[in-house]
T-cell receptor, first 112, second 119 residues
């Protein structure tokens, strides 16, 4: 699986958009970009994933660069409950029972 | 989204005893489940991959005789920490692989975790 690089921590004001970057310069053509988050002392929660097109769901938006070497997770209106460690993971999917490899993630702190 | 439960959520045991942790997929069947371990202020580390009806696959450095995994049904996998010691104290998290009905990808759903403290 391709390795990802994320900043260790970020702050965001409540109500503002949180933009979390991720570099995955060695990503392969059949690898997806997944985002999970982990609130303290809980299991990880799936947020969103994508292959090459930008994706949006009720939680967030995922912007993937055209060369697929980096991506940005956008939480449009961050709340205090969004404070968590956010993990960007690159992995093969679509029928493959491949495990996810978690890196260090980004600790996002939403400030009141 | 799909729900995965773990039981117990928290357990304290004496050194030398064995502890069993259950992971259940509540509203879907999972032929594959994963077990992770997370030490304080660290990321999740995969311990093993559990496949229904077959032996688990352990990651390098994980003792299969110490961490017994049984995946006897499509909705239940168990992790037994045998002869637990204080260094086994950790946050154990399971996940179950589900195929989404809306696309072809396999999505992993995580349990809430089990906090094990060995005295």
């Amino acid at each position: 699986d391709a390795k990802t690089t994320q900043p260790p921590s970020m702050d965001c004001a409540e109500g503002r958009a949180a933009n979390l970057p991720c570099n995955h310069s060695t990503i392969s053509g059949n690898e997806y970009v997944y985002w999970y988050r982990q609130i303290h002392s809980q299991g990880p929660q799936y947020i969103i994933h994508g292959l090459k097109n930008n994706e949006t769901n009720e939680m967030a938006s995922l912007i993937i660069t055209e060369d697929r070497k980096s991506s940005t997770l956008i939480l449009p209106h961050a709340t205090l409950r969004d404070t968590a460690v956010y993990y960007c993971i690159v992995a093969i999917s679509s029928g493959s029972a491949r495990q996810l490899t978690f890196g260090s993630g980004t600790q996002l702190t939403v400030l009141p | 989204g799909a729900v995965v439960s773990q039981h117990p959520s928290r357990v304290i045991c004496k050194s030398g005893t064995s502890v069993k942790i259950e992971c259940r997929s509540l509203d879907f069947q999972a032929t594959t489940m994963f077990w992770y371990r997370q030490f304080p202020k660290q990321s999740l580390m995969l311990m093993a991959t559990s496949n229904e009806g077959s032996k688990a696959t352990y990651e390098q450095g994980v003792e299969k005789d110490k961490f017994l995994i049984n995946h006897a049904s499509l909705t239940l996998s168990t992790l037994t920490v045998t002869s637990a010691h204080p260094e086994d104290s950790s946050f154990y998290i399971c996940s179950a692989l589900a195929t989404s009905g809306r696309s072809s990808y396999n999505e992993q759903f995580f349990g809430p975790g089990t906090r094990l403290t060995v005295l």
